[in-house]
């Protein structure tokens, strides 16, 4: 029997949940385009008095303690049903936000309602005011009578966000923030939001004019907007005694029948309906919206006309059709709304209207963090199940509510999306492998994951942002984190049968070392299918052999077209200069490979040796020694402090020409540069040049050939001009070195910025030289401290090398013995010889500045 009723008990008690289940189903059917929340509930349910179904706010809010109003206060509203019996307050945290993501997404018009009943839950009878925001930018200031008041702030907003933050602010002495119900509707209807310009309409009043009852919002109204029964003085109600039917088509605002059903008309001794309205802010955009509806059957003789005036401006005079309703949208208006509709002067019936709605112009258009960036974040806190209290609503905006851990890129002018360009998670608790989302922050430049219990490896993507030095990644505590896998994967999967093989059977114990260390010797070489092992001391480097003497690529010293260059330290404590690829560089394996070819068979001490190089799992690097001084042109360029002397731009020029002599004409087939330029040029502590970048080098076939014929490749303002047919030889190359040679004697650029345009060094030279004004020509930071004869050797050399006619242009050979010739002439002259020093001049400047 016991048993029996058992069971009854738990078939009723199934029973009542698929009812309830079913009915909840229904509902939301009922209901497209809803999101009904009753805050502080603990269950959702099914709420008779309106016709919605209502959601706990659980699943919105992360935060927040669930309070029941004062029984004194918490009687049924006709408007709410069951919403303002309890409410949500938040002790904690300055900013708490409910999320809401509509299913039809963004780009659409929603409105949303708050609504506020203080109710003395907390028995403190203490009225809180707090700010209500909407995103990231303010909306209302919700301030509240007495205990027993209730409020309700509507907006209609035009979302272009997946989500809407609806967001209440502790401004700090206006008491504990609450809400009693949030609510979104779906609205299609351009009438409201119809310009691009325009984000959001605050909604001042609803009203509906005559009416007969005290509530119409949902069902009657199809978006829920609750139509309040008002009367104003000198208007009198109106019923119609028609059976009104319209077509939906005929009324894009889809205002209920019910609300047609009734109108006010002037009273007996009044002609018109007429309505003041002066805003409390004047600097606001009002606009009023209009419905009218015939509510009578016309008879013969009878005519209703009337003429509609808003702000002063005459919209038209009107006759109604029973059958189509009329909207009359007025035009916006700061701060003041008047209108007036009186009868035309061939109208026997009085004026009417039904309905109006009264809003208020909000422009909420300061600009959001970007969306990707939200995204991510949001899926960072749900995958390692953060909950930081400050961890809601927009990442990065208002910047005075920008998410602990963060730091977003400034976006003051409205103009761009914030983005999130550090984030500190140090001891968050994080758990498990690093998820794919902190790829996705794609401006992010600092990472910081240390102390927390990470596993697996470093993702891909962020691993090439760190190469390439776009990304600086700390994760120290995290012992089963690894920056990458491949290096130890393949040798333990060598070992291991051996090991076991050596264990098994002794007897073969000195033959398996021998095959163990000879296996290891063949992994060396062969683990890297395209590497190679460097004779002498160029040798091949593992992958982490290249992250150990990067320091984890830690030290940026230099970038070109190839990748980042990272200072590196190597065991013996000598510096290095590591150059890694990089995945978006125009350059790639061929010119990788190229120079570790070139580098391999020619030596020159006016070339930068190749120390070692790494081409595997996807890391191609370049190993050289490091030179302290940097290239030519930063010292140039003034990113250097020190200026090099006359003396010692003419050694540069002749430790960089006899590199290039060497290239054509002691290397057998001979070898040209092609991308001959002064940022190729490295200088050591004491300023000896040496040549770099050999990825675009092509060595000529045989001895008799004179020139490749290849894709067109250099840099702009160093390649000769007649190369854009594709035709290399060793004159291109001597046309780079001409315009290198006017950097250093001109201290300006291969491209000098004159205003609005440019001009080459060499027209600009040539113009100077037609002058005769040396001084002009020569480097002014130098004060005259150089000989005029060896000047003027040297802007002839690099002149003859700029010739236009490639054959016109001297052998390298012969511009290594005129280079010497202008060093001859400027140690040989001595001070007394030298330029007048410019000192006069420059105090004489420094007076007039």
């Not at 009203?207 to 009657?220: C, Q, S």
């Not at 609300?259 to 002066?278: C, G, M």
């Not at 007897?507 to 021998?514: A, H, Q, S």
């Amino acid at each position: 029997m016991n048993g029996a009723k058992t069971l009854v008990l738990v078939t009723e008690i199934w029973i009542y949940f698929v009812l309830l289940s079913t009915m909840a189903k229904m509902s939301n059917m009922e209901n497209p385009g809803f999101i009904s929340i009753d805050c502080g509930v603990d269950a959702d349910y099914f709420d008779e008095d309106t016709g919605i179904f209502f959601k706990s706010d659980s699943e919105f809010v992360s935060t927040g303690t669930n309070q029941i109003v004062h029984e004194k206060h918490g009687a049924l509203n006709p408007y709410f049903g069951k919403q303002l019996k309890n409410l949500r307050s938040f002790d904690e945290g300055t900013r708490n936000c409910y999320t809401l993501k509509p299913e039809q997404g963004s780009y659409n018009n929603y409105l949303i309602r708050a609504s506020f009943l203080y109710g003395n839950y907390d028995g403190k009878n203490q009225i809180p005011s707090f700010d209500l925001y909407l995103g990231v930018n303010f909306w209302k200031k919700v301030e509240l009578q007495d205990a027993g008041t209730w409020r309700l702030y509507e907006i209609l907003h035009g979302s272009s966000r997946d989500t809407i933050d609806v967001c209440l602010m502790n401004t700090g002495n206006g008491g504990v923030p609450f809400i009693s119900a949030l609510e979104l509707r779906l609205v299609n209807s351009s009438s409201y939001i119809d310009d691009q310009s325009v984000s959001s309409l605050e909604t001042l009043v609803r009203v509906d004019a005559g009416p007969l009852t005290d509530k119409i919002r949902y069902k009657d109204d199809p978006y829920d907007r609750i139509w309040w029964p008002m009367n104003f003085n000198n208007w009198n109600p109106s019923a119609s005694t028609l059976n009104i039917t319209m077509q939906e088509d005929n009324d894009n605002n889809k205002v209920p029948v019910d609300v047609f059903r009734t109108a006010a008309v002037p009273e007996s001794n009044q002609s018109s309906l007429s309505y003041n309205y002066t805003d409390d802010s004047p600097w606001y955009s009002l606009y009023v919206i209009l419905y009218f509806f015939e509510i009578e059957k016309i008879l013969p003789g009878q005519r209703r006309k009337f003429a509609v005036t808003i702000n002063g401006d005459d919209y038209g005079a009107f006759t109604l059709d029973n059958s189509k309703p009329l909207t009359i949208r007025s035009t916006k208006s700061l701060g003041v709304v008047n209108f007036s509709i009186n009868p035309t002067g061939d109208s026997t019936l009085p004026p009417i209207l039904n309905a109006f709605e009264l809003l208020r112009e909000i422009n909420l258009l300061q600009l959001t963090t970007n969306q990707a960036d939200v995204d991510a974040m949001t899926e960072i806190k749900h995958t390692y199940k953060i909950n930081r209290i400050d961890w809601q609503g927009d990442p990065c905006l208002p910047s005075n509510y920008t998410w602990t851990g963060l730091i977003c890129s400034s976006n003051d002018n409205s103009t761009e999306f914030s983005k999130i360009i550090s984030l500190n998670l140090t001891s968050s608790n994080l758990r498990g492998e690093i998820t794919s989302a902190f790829s996705n922050l794609q401006a992010m430049q600092n990472l910081n994951l240390n102390e927390n219990q990470l596993s697996g490896v470093i993702p891909q993507i962020l691993f090439e942002k760190v190469t390439n030095g776009l990304l600086q990644l700390s994760f120290n505590g995290n012992p089963k984190l690894r920056l990458i896998a491949p290096c130890e994967k393949t040798k333990k999967s060598l070992i291991l049968p051996f090991v076991a093989s050596i264990a098994s059977n002794l007897v073969f114990l000195v033959l398996g070392t021998v095959i163990i260390i000879w296996i290891i010797k063949r992994h060396r070489v062969t683990k890297c299918s395209k590497c190679s092992l460097l004779k002498s001391k160029n040798r091949s480097l593992t992958c982490s052999e290249i992250i150990s003497i990067t320091n984890n690529f830690r030290e940026v010293i230099g970038e070109g077209g190839f990748g980042k260059v990272y200072l590196g330290n190597l065991s013996d404590g000598n510096q290095v200069a590591v150059k890694l690829l990089s995945e978006s560089s125009k350059q790639g394996d061929k010119e990788f490979l190229t120079e570790v070819e070139f580098l391999l068979v020619v030596h020159h001490r006016s070339l930068v040796p190749l120390l070692g190089y790494c081409n595997e799992e996807g890391i191609m690097a370049l190993v050289y020694d490091y030179m302290k001084n940097g290239s030519l042109q930063q010292h140039l360029s003034g990113s250097r402090a020190n200026i090099i002397s006359w003396e010692k731009r003419l050694q540069i020029a002749i430790d960089a020409a006899h590199g290039l002599e060497y290239l054509h004409n002691g290397c057998k087939p001979p070898i040209i540069h092609r991308d001959f330029k002064s940022s190729n040029i490295l200088l050591t502590g004491d300023l000896q040049a040496k040549i770099s970048d050999f990825g675009l080098s092509r060595a000529l076939t045989t001895l008799k050939d004179t020139h490749v014929t290849t894709q067109p490749a250099g840099t702009f303002g160093y390649l000769d001009p007649s190369c854009h047919s594709g035709i290399f030889n060793k004159k291109t190359d001597t046309y780079s070195f001409g315009v290198v040679l006017l950097e250093l004697i001109t201290g300006q650029p291969a491209i000098i910025p004159v205003e609005d345009d440019r001009c080459h060094v060499i027209q600009w030279t040539h113009s100077l030289i037609e002058r005769g004004d040396i001084k002009s020509i020569v480097d002014p930071k130098l004060q005259g401290e150089f000989n005029l004869s060896s000047a003027w050797k040297a802007v002839e050399i690099a002149m003859s090398c700029v010739a236009p006619n490639a054959t016109q242009r001297p052998d390298m050979s012969y511009v290594l013995v005129e280079l010497k010739e202008s060093l001859s002439m400027e140690m040989a002259s001595g001070d007394d010889k030298k330029t007048q020093n410019y000192t006069t001049a420059l105090l004489n400047q420094q007076d007039t500045s």
